[in-house]
């Protein structure tokens, strides 16, 4: 099983800061099967990011994601009030998906 | 508009089984290029993925569970099911259905609201 490790546990930035949120895999993933998510406080997670660098429809372009083989970035640049939440990244191999163990973006 | 509304009971006993309903509407359930399925969250923790089924039926489970899941669809009803047995308070978790994209990218873009589920006796 392919395990993904997100950095950091906790990330505090400001508004309008650029937030860098990394994921690191046990072994090779394949790019297009990459995927990040949003979730906030009792909602359902939603996707951002699929194929590690094309955003999902409706999602603003301050959201980029970057990255192969066994590093992944997810970039918010000039982060927006609504933007505070948790981010999971998401591979596919093997038949399953493993989700990181999230990034929670907080307000300093 | 894709909806995915996830139904069933709240509270489970210890070693029963759990089920769990995902309707889906606003779309062809039998559109070939979609898989569907259920993600799970315990209280305070992150995603874990269950499982997923393409409309013909052939399932794919997360090697943790596979001995306790069932996944199967009903297409005249535009529903798929879930069933977890033995279930145990480790099971407690927000149960979430979604569509999944499994065509050269992999990636679950709808998703239901969730439902909560408490295993206690």
């Known amino acids: 099983e392919i395990v993904l490790t997100q950095s950091p546990g906790t990330l505090s930035l400001s508004p309008g800061e650029r937030a860098t949120l990394s994921c690191r895999a046990s072994q090779t993933v394949i790019s297009s099967y990459v995927a990040w998510y949003q979730q906030k406080p009792g909602q359902a997670p939603r996707l951002l990011i699929y194929g590690a660098s094309s955003r999902a429809t409706g999602i603003p372009d301050r959201f980029s994601g970057s990255g192969s083989r066994t590093d992944f970035t997810l970039t918010i640049s000039g982060l927006e009030p609504e933007d505070f939440a948790v981010y999971y990244c998401q591979q596919y191999s093997s038949s399953s998906y493993t989700f990181g163990q999230g990034t929670k973006l907080e307000i300093k | 508009q894709l909806q995915l509304q996830e139904s069933g009971p709240g509270l489970v006993k210890p070693s029963e089984t759990l089920s769990l309903t995902c309707t889906v509407s606003?779309?062809?359930?039998?559109?070939?290029?979609?898989?569907w399925g259920w993600v799970r969250q315990p209280p305070g923790k992150g995603l874990e993925w269950i499982g997923n089924?393409?409309?013909?039926?052939?399932?794919y489970y997360n090697p943790s569970l596979k001995s306790r899941v069932t996944i199967s669809v009903d297409t005249s009803k535009n529903q798929f099911s879930l069933r977890l047995s033995s279930v145990t308070a480790a099971d407690t978790a927000v149960y979430y259905c979604?569509?999944?994209?499994?065509?050269?990218?992999?990636?679950?873009?709808?998703w239901g609201k969730g439902t909560t589920v408490t295993v206690s006796s």
């Open positions: 606003g779309d062809s359930f039998s559109n070939n290029n979609y898989y």
């Open positions: 979604a569509r999944y994209w499994q065509n050269y990218y992999y990636y679950m873009d709808v």
């Open positions: 089924i393409f409309y013909s039926g052939s399932t």
